[in-house]
């Protein structure tokens, strides 16, 4: 995205990200740098434009020297070749990856523990690049963006890894051979319910389990939202897999050894509870699982296609000698140990004392049911620490707002 103003007059910080950030970066690793902006009056006051951040890949400019930026950035890349880690990378590729976020995006972003926003607020002072005072007032202050919604984050962050693992995995141990017919769905070729009449149903069943959960009408703090969201869930599965009697479901609900209903199979569930809620006999309240199931099937096999055709050669080879994709796997444990640490120590740690660790997994130290293992014992740990964190559930949102208008008039 270009920008309606001079980024690199504008620039407030400059950072070297991802595994150079971590301390797992090894020779030829790309190097990312991401950074931050003030944007000027005229810019953020303006109803024609609208900025939130400046991204330049140089994969996609293979003609280009660097990004269209000026002096800072150039003092930025002086110090980006003296990095014991990326100034090699840069010597086997001299043009990194570029983005530059406005400063107001970053604390809001910052404000619901973004993980990757994260990165850029604690990083240790070897990887930082450029940065004015601005930037510095921010990193000053930035204990008052921790808070234990970082369960939450990090956790979602790493489960979209293991989720990946695990699509993948599916995929190479047992591969689609060919796209699903709605005969193997036991559906008519022609649907006896129109696709109309079919969202009209499906809107009245999500309506009744909207009811169960909670929503943003619920006026509590977006992290205890979450918080309740997630028990609520563990309860549902609790009480299915305990066969939903009153007795039963209070000792599933208790026992740690209880096995959970998956979230497929949980959410198929709720639906089918929810639609005799409706009203809908069980051929209709079938059909619609098995159409579902039919259009759940469709979409596997359009992202085993596209991951097929789009497969990135590098993770092909991890994944071939190992049976999942390990650098995911790597990044997985990663998230889940620094939630941890931030929940019972109150602190960020980006530069990683586990490097060496991690970087054993990256290379298939961990059979994948051992890694699979090690994920859920971290989330257990979680669980645990969470009780005895130190950290408030929420940030200060007022103190936020009063930090960015400080900031603001700073530059």
Excluded at 193 to 201: E, F, K, Q, T, V
Excluded at 249 to 258: C, E, N
Excluded at 375 to 386: C, D, T
Aim: charged letters at 30%; proline letters at 6%.
């Amino acid at each position: 995205m270009t920008a309606p103003f001079d980024v690199d007059a504008h620039l407030a910080f400059l950072g070297l990200a991802g595994s150079h950030a971590y301390g797992t970066a090894r020779a030829g690793s790309d190097v990312d740098l991401r950074g931050c902006c003030v944007a000027p009056l005229p810019a953020r006051l303006s109803f024609r434009t609208h900025f939130e951040q400046f991204s330049w890949l140089g994969h996609e400019h293979p003609e280009a020297a660097g990004p269209p930026l000026g002096p800072n950035y150039a003092a930025a890349m002086e110090r980006a070749r003296a990095h014991p880690s990326a100034g090699p990378s840069l010597e086997h590729d001299p043009v990194p990856d570029v983005v530059i976020f406005d400063l107001a995006k970053v604390v809001h972003l910052c404000a619901q523990s973004n993980p990757n926003m994260f990165e850029l607020l604690f990083m240790d002072d070897r990887e930082v690049l450029f940065a004015t005072p601005v930037f510095e007032a921010l990193r000053g202050r930035r204990e008052l963006f921790l808070s234990q919604r970082v369960r939450h984050t990090y956790s979602g962050y790493a489960q979209g890894q293991l989720k990946r693992i695990q699509r993948h995995r599916e995929w190479l141990l047992h591969p689609p051979k060919a796209a699903p017919t709605r005969a193997e769905f036991d559906l008519p070729e022609t649907s006896t319910l129109s696709a109309d009449d079919r969202n009209r149903i499906e809107e009245a069943i999500a309506k009744i389990i909207r009811g169960w959960t909670v929503d943003e009408a619920i006026e509590l703090p977006s992290a205890e939202r979450d918080v309740l969201r997630e028990r609520l869930r563990e309860f549902w599965s609790a009480a299915l897999a305990a066969g939903a009697t009153l007795d039963s479901v209070v000792a599933a609900s208790r026992s740690p050894g209880a096995d959970p209903v998956d979230d497929d199979s949980l959410d198929e569930e709720v639906a089918r509870i929810a639609g005799a809620r409706v009203g809908l006999g069980a051929d209709v309240l079938h059909l619609l699982r098995q159409e579902r199931r039919y259009q759940g099937a469709r979409k596997h096999w359009q992202q085993f296609q596209r991951w097929q055709k789009e497969r990135n050669p590098k993770r092909a080879a991890l994944e071939a000698a190992h049976g999942y994709d390990t650098k995911h796997g790597m990044h997985l444990i990663r998230l889940l140990r620094m939630a941890v640490e931030i929940l019972r120590d109150g602190r960020v740690r980006i530069h990683r004392d586990d490097a060496e660790e991690l970087l054993a997994i990256r290379d298939g130290k961990l059979p994948y049911e051992a890694l699979v293992g090690e994920a859920k014992g971290l989330e257990r740990v979680m669980r645990e620490v969470v009780i005895a964190s130190p950290l408030p559930v929420q940030v200060d949102e007022g103190k936020l707002d009063d930090l960015l208008f400080e900031l603001l008039t700073m530059a």
